[in-house]
């Protein structure tokens, strides 16, 4: 058992208490270099969460000096420096608020106001985060007190993430969203008193010297007061975690509902947006058109997949392929606000189905002259459980219906281009 033991053994490696006490005190202070550093730290920061970059959001926390002060408040709690605890609560709150100044200051001027997917992910903390400070927060201590510093640092400064919340409650405080703001602010306080407990109990452990003696009664009432501290942040947390995960067995089970129900009975669906808040899901396809009691009909079977409360929308005139998914690229592009990448994306699924060419154009136009504007796709489905077959959609517009004879020049014309192929014609006029 003592060999086994031997392997966790912290001591081996360690620094001089005098040296890493030293190291932790000089990082304390916020004034001048520091001060300097962590304002450029939160701009960064705020850049990235603004244009929901996450590379740049990791630039900054590992410029961030935040880790200091908090580190130094476990040191402080754990040696009974109540005066180093003093100072290290002073520098914590001046720290935070140049964080909140700038970063208020940065999205009160920033013309791009949506809330980013980055930013939204500051906003509930759960339990989760709570592992993740606690964690990070021993890993970064146990390597102040070795000799050989290794490369955690880095790593902890990016797995605790102090300065994206900051970030996040600062934008909640420009656009006016108190809830934002508490949530960030929220999440902030749990990763600084989680890394600060991790911290006094790796003191405890390697038994650093006390700085003055404290009677058992004293000493106890700050166990105890610890204790309080991390229920009064862990039960909120708990509560946050069993929303995420009540939602993500929603989405679960709506996405189940339209692979079942529709996906795989081979109806392609061009577009697809849930709600949560309230809850709505919407829903539109290439071809198939669904008839009231078929709409009843699909209503009833969301109970079977547990999503009875949800209001089931689906769009019936949403025929044109193309112009869903180009309607598509504008709402992802202000969502992500990268234009460029979105539209290369989707051009690329688009890509996917359509199957018209310049040859095809020009047949067309000699062949009907009557088309004013046409869509073609093509896409797979599921014609037995083990086999897929071919669908080709041909969406058209004329001023005045195609009389029969043309209707049936057409369908003959399109078969004989695509003779494996299921075939569907549709006039986008026929309601």
């Given amino acids: 058992m003592n060999k086994i033991l031997q392997f966790f053994d912290l001591h081996p490696g360690e620094e001089r208490k005098e040296a890493v006490l030293d190291n932790v005190i000089n990082n304390i202070s916020f004034r001048g270099a520091n001060a300097w550093i962590l304002a450029c730290a939160i701009v960064i920061a705020s850049v990235g969460l603004n244009v929901n970059s996450t590379a740049v959001i990791i630039g900054a926390m590992l410029i961030s000096p935040l880790m200091g002060p908090i580190v130094g408040a476990g040191f402080a709690l754990g040696t009974f420096d109540f005066q180093l605890l003093k100072k290290s609560i002073k520098n914590l709150l001046i720290a935070t608020l140049i964080s909140l100044i700038v970063s208020y200051c940065y999205f009160l001027l920033s013309p791009f106001k949506e809330a980013q997917s980055e930013l939204l992910a500051r906003t509930s903390p759960n339990i989760y985060d709570v592992l993740i400070a606690l964690f990070g927060g021993l890993v970064g201590v146990i390597a102040i007190t070795r000799v050989d510093k290794g490369n955690p640092i880095p790593g902890v400064a990016i797995a605790t993430a102090l300065m994206p919340p900051l970030c996040t409650a600062g934008y909640g405080l420009a656009i006016g969203n108190l809830s934002y703001f508490a949530g960030a602010l929220f999440l902030y306080i749990i990763n600084c008193v989680f890394i600060c407990i991790a911290t006094f109990t790796i003191v405890k452990y390697l038994r650093y010297p006390k700085k003055h003696y404290v009677d058992p009664k004293r000493e106890k009432r700050i166990s105890q007061s610890i204790t309080l501290i991390i229920l009064a942040l862990v039960i909120p947390s708990l509560y946050f975690a069993y929303n995420l995960l009540q939602e993500k067995k929603y989405t679960n ?60 929308v689906i769009r019936q005139d949403s025929l044109d392929l193309k112009t869903t998914i180009l309607s598509e690229i504008d709402k992802r592009s202000a969502a992500v606000n990268d234009k460029d990448l979105t539209i290369r994306a989707l051009n690329n699924e688009l890509a996917k189905y359509q199957v018209a060419s310049p040859q095809l154009d020009k047949d067309l136009t000699v062949l009907f002259p009557e088309l004013q504007s046409y869509s073609i796709g093509q896409q797979q489905y599921y014609a037995k459980k083990d086999s897929l077959a071919n669908v080709v959609a041909f969406i058209y517009s004329s001023k005045n219906p195609l009389a029969e004879g043309q209707q049936l020049k057409l369908r003959l014309w399109l078969k004989n281009r695509f003779p494996k192929d299921s075939l569907q014609i549709i006039d986008r006029k026929v309601k």
């Fill in 253 to 312: 089970k709506v996405k189940q509902f339209v692979q079942q129900q529709f996906s795989d009975k081979g109806y392609t669906v061009v577009y697809e947006k849930l709600l949560t808040k309230p809850k709505r899901l919407e829903l539109a396809f290439l071809a198939k058109k669904f008839s009231d009691q078929e709409i009843v009909a699909l209503k009833k079977s969301m109970e079977s997949f547990g999503i009875a409360q949800t209001d089931l």
